[in-house]
C-alpha cells in the first residue's frame, strides 16, 4: 500500500499561481496512477488531472492552466496551478490507483490523502 500527503494549499488572489505537492511513502509512484481531484464546500469530489506512465489526463475546466508532473526521484507529485479562478476554491486531494485500464476520472481509486485547502480571493 502507498501513503500519500499532499501540502502547498493555501490562499491566493484570482490570478495567482500555486504548486501543490503530493509526496508518497511505501511504494513507488511509479506503480500508479496518481490523480488530483477537489471538492468544494456542498459539492461532490471531482477530477482535476491524473498522471501515469501511459498517459495524462486533464479536466476540462482546468485544461490549459493546470499542470501535473512527478519527480520519482523524491517519490512526489506535482500540481502547478496558474491563472486561478475563485471557482477553483476546494480541498484537494491525491490519490492512487493501481489499475491503469479504464478512465483516469472517476473516483474508483485505491488510496486518499488527507487533503490541502486552496482558496481562491475575488
Known amino acids: 500500500q502507498v501513503q500519500l500527503v499532499e501540502s502547498g494549499g493555501g490562499l491566493v488572489q484570482a490570478g495567482g499561481s500555486l504548486k501543490l505537492s503530493c509526496a508518497a511513502s511505501?511504494?513507488?509512484?511509479?506503480?500508479?496512477?496518481i490523480g488530483w481531484f477537489r471538492q468544494a464546500p456542498g459539492k461532490e469530489r471531482e477530477f482535476v488531472a491524473a498522471?501515469?506512465?501511459?498517459?495524462?489526463s486533464y479536466a476540462d475546466s482546468v485544461k490549459g492552466r493546470f499542470t501535473i508532473s512527478r519527480d520519482i526521484a523524491k517519490n512526489t507529485v506535482y500540481l502547478q496551478m496558474n491563472s486561478l479562478k475563485s471557482e477553483d476554491t476546494a480541498v484537494y486531494y491525491c490519490?492512487?490507483?493501481?489499475?491503469?485500464?479504464?478512465?483516469?476520472?472517476?473516483?474508483?481509486?485505491?488510496?486518499w490523502g488527507q487533503g490541502t485547502q486552496v482558496t481562491v480571493s475575488s
Open positions: 511505501g511504494r513507488t509512484i511509479g506503480s500508479f496512477v
Open positions: 498522471f501515469s506512465v501511459i498517459r495524462t
Open positions: 490519490a492512487a490507483r493501481i489499475r491503469y485500464s479504464g478512465s483516469y476520472t472517476d473516483r474508483s481509486y485505491d488510496y
